[in-house]
Every structure is written in C-alpha cells, then in structure tokens.
C-alpha cells in the first residue's frame, strides 16, 4: 500500500520557520513530481509548492514565493518544505502530493495532477 506521511507542523509565532516533511512507503518515487498544498479553514485547496521529477525546477505560489523552499533528499525518498517568515495567514492542514507517472513534467499547480495523497500536517501561526 502506497502512503505519504507528512510531518514537522505544528504551532509557531509570526515571523518563525518550520520544515515540513514527506516520506513515502509502499514505494519510492524517486522519478516523479511531488508537490504541496494546502488548506485553510474555510478556503479552497491551494497549491503551495513542486518539484520536478529531476529535483532540478521548483514552483511556488506567488504567496509563499521567497519564503518557502521545496527540495528532495538524493535518495529521493523523502520531500521537505521549509517555510520561513511564516505569517498568520500560512495556518492551514498541508498536504504532500505525488504524481503516478514518471518523468512527467508540467500542470504542478493542478490538484489533478497528484494521484497520491498524504493526510496532512497542521501548520498554525499566531499573531
């Protein structure tokens, strides 16, 4: 059985960091696109960050640009989001994705992308 299990969230003031991980089991995906998205209360899924099967381009949404990074371990088993100058408006459940196909490229931002799922990390920032 496949499963990506996040890690790392939890609570922390404005203007802190976190480093939200992803490990994947059941099978690795080392030659596929891994991305991060997010929920608010409230809000629409949003996506938040990607990588390339290459680990050679990134993508982020334009709110995080600058303050969050997305990268892949060498052994590609495991994929991280570093979030800096975290704001209150970053509280949100934050899920890993990854994609089935490998050696696929494009439509990072699409949920529809992503055909596998992790059950979410809690990332609350206070003000």
């Known amino acids: 059985q496949v499963q990506l299990v996040e890690s790392g969230g939890g609570l922390v003031q404005a203007g802190g960091s976190l480093r939200l991980s992803c490990a994947a089991s059941?099978?690795?995906?080392?030659?596929?696109?891994m991305g991060w998205f997010r929920q608010a209360p409230g809000k629409e899924h949003e996506f938040v960050a990607a990588?390339?099967?290459?680990?050679?381009?990134?993508y982020y949404a334009d709110s995080v640009k600058g303050r969050f990074t997305i990268s892949r371990d060498n052994a590609r088993i495991t994929v991280y989001l570093q979030m800096n100058s975290l704001k209150p408006e970053d509280t949100a459940v934050y899920y890993c994705?990854?994609?089935?196909?490998?050696?696929?490229?494009?439509?990072?931002?699409?949920?529809?992308?992503?055909?596998?799922w992790g059950q979410g990390t809690q990332v609350t920032v206070s003000s």
């Open positions: 994705a990854a994609d089935d196909r490998e050696y696929y490229s494009g439509n990072y931002m699409y949920q529809g992308k992503y055909d596998y």
């Open positions: 059941g099978r690795t995906f080392s030659m596929n696109a």
């Open positions: 990588i390339s099967w290459s680990g050679g381009s990134t």
